[in-house]
């Protein structure tokens, strides 16, 4: 099973990017998240769609990402707009875990597969 997240890059404040997710070995029709870890720091939710579509943020990021799905070319993506200085981190991607429950969501240990991220600085 491979993860190859992609469409990291150097932006500046307000800017927009977009990140995507490609998967191999591994559906993502059970769900996927994305999560970030900027230095010193423990990787963190950032957004997640569950197997039924439902899609859940970190308040930091809601009305700012988007994350959206295509079951067929089994990828994912993350629309990130308005981005702030605070956004700057390593950007992952990650398979939700069999079994995982709603309100494991956020929980980063509910995912596996993460891949090598894709790293997203935004310069103010």
């Known amino acids: 099973v491979q993860l190859q997240a992609s469409g990291g890059g150097l932006v500046q404040v307000g800017g927009s990017l977009r990140l995507s997710c490609v998967a191999s070995?591994?559906?993502?029709?059970?769900?996927m998240g994305w999560f970030r870890q900027a230095p010193g720091n423990e990787r963190e939710f950032v957004a997640a769609?569950?197997?039924?579509?439902?899609?859940a943020y970190a308040d930091s990021v809601k009305g700012r990402f988007t994350i959206s799905r295509d079951i067929a070319k089994n990828t994912a993506a993350l629309q990130m707009d308005s981005l702030k200085p605070e956004d700057t981190a390593v950007y992952y991607c990650?398979?939700?875990?069999?079994?995982?429950?709603?309100?494991?969501?956020?929980?980063?240990?509910?995912?596996?597969?993460w891949g090598q991220g894709t790293q997203v600085t935004v310069s103010s």
């Open positions: 990650g398979v939700r875990k069999a079994g995982t429950i709603l309100s494991e969501t956020r929980n980063v240990n509910r995912y596996e597969y």
């Open positions: 769609i569950t197997r039924s579509g439902g899609t």
């Open positions: 070995g591994r559906s993502l029709r059970d769900g």
